[in-house]
């Protein structure tokens, strides 16, 4: 089973901050995402990545960007917040499966997001 | 296109009931299939999956059977615990598209003592 993590776990801000939130794995796993989860619970892809270097837009869009410098490190950045990005944001990796399958992923404690 | 369907919540039930959770699938190809429970203020975990057809997955006395000639995958536990109470999303990957998981909405299930 993976180790993911996620901080901050909470974070509170005021409309116009930039804000990053981080996400590790320690597993080694070539694959990232990240999901924003809305108040109904419904799970949104908005970025994923396949390993160093390689960032995607999701099904999603969103106004936040990703970079994946490091193997075990995708942060997720809002270069100014909003009260529209008020979120649970939940990160993820996955191992390569068979062939070039990434079908299981693990995912972290989530960080929610209220911006006022 | 690719789509998860699976039962609305809340879904309430007594302490030692038998839980059923329908989710059928729309999908390309021949998907993994997958159901991750989500406890409160907390992120998913994987509760079980299954990769082929009549594969069954199990995990803490949950269980859910992959039929692909119904394309579902339901999820049943024989007795409810109190501890039980979380939200539980289907979901299954096909490789297409982004190449993620396509979930379902999620159910929230209550487990009342």
């Known amino acids: 089973e993976a180790d993911i993590y996620q901080t901050p776990r909470y974070l509170v801000i005021g409309t116009g901050k930039k804000i990053t939130l981080e996400c590790s794995q320690t597993m080694g796993h070539d694959k990232m995402y990240w999901y924003q989860q809305d108040p109904g619970m419904e799970l949104h892809l908005i970025h994923y990545?396949?390993?160093?270097?390689?960032?995607e837009k999701g099904d999603l869009s969103s106004e936040s960007t990703v970079s994946r410098i490091r193997t075990e490190h995708f942060p997720l950045t809002l270069e100014s917040a909003r009260p529209s990005h008020t979120s649970q944001y939940l990160c993820?990796?996955?191992?390569?499966?068979?062939?070039?399958?990434?079908?299981?992923?693990?995912f972290g404690p989530g960080t929610r997001l209220t911006v006022l | 296109g690719d789509s998860v369907t699976q039962m609305e919540g809340p879904v309430t039930l007594s302490e030692e009931a038998f839980l059923t959770i329908n989710c059928t699938y729309t999908?390309?190809?021949?998907?993994?299939l997958f159901w991750y429970v989500q406890y409160p203020g907390e992120g998913l975990q994987l509760l079980l999956k299954?990769?082929?057809?009549?594969d069954k997955g199990s995990n803490k006395g949950f269980e859910a059977t992959y039929r692909k000639e119904t394309t579902s995958f339901h999820l049943e536990k024989g007795s409810v615990q109190v501890s039980d109470s979380a939200v539980y999303f289907c979901a299954f990957y096909s490789g297409g598209g982004a190449d993620g998981l396509t979930f379902g909405k999620g159910t929230h299930l209550i487990i009342q003592p």
């Open positions: 990545s396949y390993g160093v270097n390689s960032t």
């Open positions: 993820a990796s996955s191992p390569r499966g068979s062939g070039i399958r990434w079908d299981t992923q693990y």
């Open positions: 999908a390309t190809g021949y998907p993994s």
């Open positions: 299954a990769t082929k057809a009549d």
